[in-house]
């Protein structure tokens, strides 16, 4: 049972424009949610994060939007760049307890390609 | 450099051995944690450590044990391989549970077992 879900493997975008990332949740309980930026041959490393009491937060080019009742959040890069590319995981976890206390569920990941 | 040291950088395991994957970290996290990275199913966990002296199993904890003696040190082992545990594995910490801290990871261990 996949309780965070990235449906789209890939992504592909031209410099400059706007990518757009999507990640799905199931567990109600989440209530803190992360993006992480992998490259290849090195440990994932943390973008930037959104707690449920809030539905945007943003960091310089990135943003992350949270819609509680969809289950849904993204991840907005823009301007996008091609150092941008790489994979993107989404991840959630609970701050207050239950089984998942101190856990981070991680999506599928989706590779982001930034054409020059 | 402070960060989380994982050795060996990879690995080619005949199935059937045992083979312990090192795990250490200089930032005195208390939560450790082991990940594997598989395509198309993400980063799983296989089990964690909210501080020295405590484990728990995550998502796929089968075939795999950990202990946690101290503070530092995190080892994963596999006590008889299987080629289902060809992966890369990904240990991380962070310095508490009370907030949103994000992990912090290693660069991994690419393990293949044959």
């Known amino acids: 049972d996949q309780q965070v879900k990235q449906n789209s493997p890939s992504l592909s975008v031209q410099e400059g424009r706007i990518s757009i990332l999507n990640c799905d949740y199931t567990n109600s309980m989440f209530d803190y949610f992360l993006w992480y930026k992998k490259y290849p041959a090195e440990g994932p490393t943390f973008l930037i994060s959104?707690?449920?009491?809030?539905d945007k937060n943003e960091d310089g080019r990135f943003t992350v939007f949270l819609n509680k009742s969809a289950k849904h959040l993204s991840l907005h890069i823009v301007p996008s760049q091609p150092g941008d590319s790489a994979v993107y995981f989404c991840?959630?976890?609970?701050?207050?307890?239950?089984?998942?206390?101190?856990?981070?569920?991680f999506g599928q990941g989706t590779i982001l390609t930034v054409h020059p | 450099i402070a960060g989380i040291t994982q050795a060996p950088t990879s690995q080619i395991l005949a199935a059937g051995r045992r083979m312990t994957l090192r795990c250490t970290q200089d930032m005195r996290h208390n939560a450790m944690y082991w990940y594997r990275q598989d395509l198309g199913l993400g980063l799983r966990l296989i089990h964690y450590s909210n501080t020295a002296g405590t484990t728990g199993k995550g998502e796929v904890p089968d075939g795999y044990s950990v202990s946690r003696a101290n503070t530092d040190d995190f080892p994963l082992t596999l006590a008889s391989a299987v080629p289902s545990q060809t992966s890369v594995y990904f240990c991380?910490?962070?310095?508490?549970?009370?907030?949103?801290?994000?992990?912090?990871f290693g660069n991994g261990t690419r393990l293949t077992v044959t």
């Open positions: 991840a959630a976890g609970t701050r207050t307890g239950g089984t998942s206390y101190g856990k981070l569920t």
């Open positions: 991380a910490s962070r310095a508490d549970l009370g907030n949103n801290s994000p992990l912090h």
């Open positions: 959104i707690s449920s009491i809030k």
